[in-house]
């Protein structure tokens, strides 16, 4: 990948009707009006309310993904780690963790793309479809580090 504009995707999961669950989609849509402004065009978004079994085809297009969602972790505002595969599923749940599909992606399509987890602390989970206010910050300050994390990866890619 030397040398080559990355192709990036931001990839927002959660359910934005139970107020800071949301916090995965509500980024993911901030980066795509932002990169649409930008006129970004190595950069993807993407959400949904989880992850599934096929999005380890659509990460298998990118070079670089950052996965972003809500998180009831003692975090000050987001934190943004390296994702590594894991082939372990929890059976109990519909949903699969984004260790998982990178796995897939990997076993499957013979691609890893360098791959992100990004929490951002949640507060309120409620039914009701509005961020609590220090969501609502912690979301401003998440939104700002991807778009750094974002230009660092296209102007220097590895």
């Known amino acids: 990948m ?23 989609i509500m980024l993911a849509d901030e980066i795509e009006k932002w990169s649409t402004a ?19 085809a659509g990460i298998a297009n990118y070079d670089v993904v950052v996965f972003a969602d809500a ?11 390296t994702l590594e595969p894991s082939d372990v599923v929890e059976f109990s749940m519909h949903a699969v963790s984004p260790a998982f599909i990178l796995h897939l992606c990997i076993q499957v399509f ?25 969501a609502r910050e912690n979301l401003n300050l998440a939104v700002e580090n991807t778009k750094r994390f974002i230009l660092d990866n296209t102007m220097n890619p590895e």
């Open 2 to 24: 030397t040398g080559k504009i990355p192709k990036i995707l931001v990839y927002g999961y959660g359910n934005p009707g139970r107020q800071d669950d949301g916090l995965g």
């Open 38 to 56: 930008q006129k970004l065009e190595n950069v993807s978004t993407d959400s949904n309310y989880q992850l599934n079994l096929e999005d380890a």
């Open 71 to 81: 998180s009831r972790e003692d975090i000050t505002h987001f934190s943004l780690v």
């Open 110 to 134: 013979h691609h890893k793309p360098r791959t992100y987890l990004l929490h951002i602390r949640g507060y309120e989970w409620e039914f009701m479809g509005q961020l609590t206010e220090n």
